[in-house]
């Protein structure tokens, strides 16, 4: 006979198995997925797991299917045969609210300096997904915007018109919108591309910081591989398919790098990471 208190300890001890097994479950899953764009294979059979919480940067020359991965997570593209599933959905039926838990930085455009924004109604639109079209923010979306431009240390420049910025509290500005959504998930585009190297240095370290203080599960698309494999969990290497995915140390190697990149690969030493030259130019 099962007592109150059995029952009890019993449904605790079933809730402690269900959290455990969702920390364990990947959060974005492809499976032998292949994805066309404009009537071309973009993505060929990738078979890969994101875990929740992982830092991932994903790798790769131009063309070779980096923003197509992360359209494919957003379900704005769908595969042709294989699956994506993300928060265990198919990406062609993400619902409002599942993609109200997905951030989204896309690539970097240029700010009409002369666009009537302030910094905080630029975050203010982050809101929207959670908001609905024709609805008027609320108080707590407004305590909620001053929350993600704290997060991004820009709390003093609310009401800064954005083309007054520069371009690198521009690119802080944007990060802060992605976070307004309060998403488990956060896709980046080449946040850094465009901007100077010490701003660089300093968007990765928010990024890093807010990783470790949001516990978001982050995909971080660059081109720049020292910068991201100084801070990434694992890499992912593509060009069309899947070449390597794994730790950095693992990934960085001269034998998948040449596939990838060609034969003109330079590796050295630096802190336990390879440093990688490909051509004529830092990757």
Do not use: W
Not at 44 to 51: A, F, K, P, S
Not at 61 to 88: C, E, H, M, Q
Not at 139 to 145: E, F, L, S
């Amino acid at each position: 006979m099962t007592t109150p208190g059995d029952a009890k300890q019993q449904s605790s001890v079933t809730l402690d198995a269900r959290q455990r097994l969702s920390a364990t479950l990947d959060v974005i899953r492809f499976e032998h997925a292949t994805i066309l764009y404009r009537d071309r294979i973009a993505l060929d059979n990738v078979t890969l797991g994101v875990r929740p919480g992982e830092f991932i940067g994903v790798i790769g020359p131009n063309g070779s299917g980096k923003t197509t991965f992360l359209k494919a997570i957003l379900g704005l593209v769908s595969p042709v045969s294989g699956s994506v599933r993300v928060f265990d959905c198919a990406c062609d039926r993400l619902r409002c609210e599942h993609r109200a838990r997905i951030g989204y930085l896309p690539q970097k455009d240029l700010v009409d300096p002369h666009f009537p924004i302030t910094a905080a109604e630029a975050v203010l639109m982050g809101r929207y997904s959670t908001i609905g079209l024709f609805r008027y923010p609320h108080k707590a979306d407004h305590a909620i915007v001053r929350e993600a431009l704290a997060a991004v240390d820009l709390l003093s420049e609310a009401r800064t018109p954005l083309g007054e910025l520069s371009g690198g509290q521009q690119q802080r500005v944007m990060i802060a919108r992605a976070l307004a959504q309060r998403p488990e998930v956060l896709l980046l585009d080449e946040p850094t591309t465009g901007i100077d190297a010490p701003t660089q240095h300093a968007i990765m370290d928010l990024i890093t910081r807010l990783h470790r203080d949001l516990r978001l599960t982050i995909l971080f698309v660059t081109h720049d591989i020292n910068l991201i494999s100084q801070v990434a969990d694992r890499l992912v290497l593509l060009k069309t398919r899947l070449f390597a995915a794994g730790p950095p140390a693992q990934v960085l190697t001269r034998d998948t790098l040449a596939q990838v990149y060609g034969k003109d690969v330079v590796l050295a030493d630096h802190d336990k990471t390879p440093y990688v030259i490909v051509g004529d130019h830092h990757a």
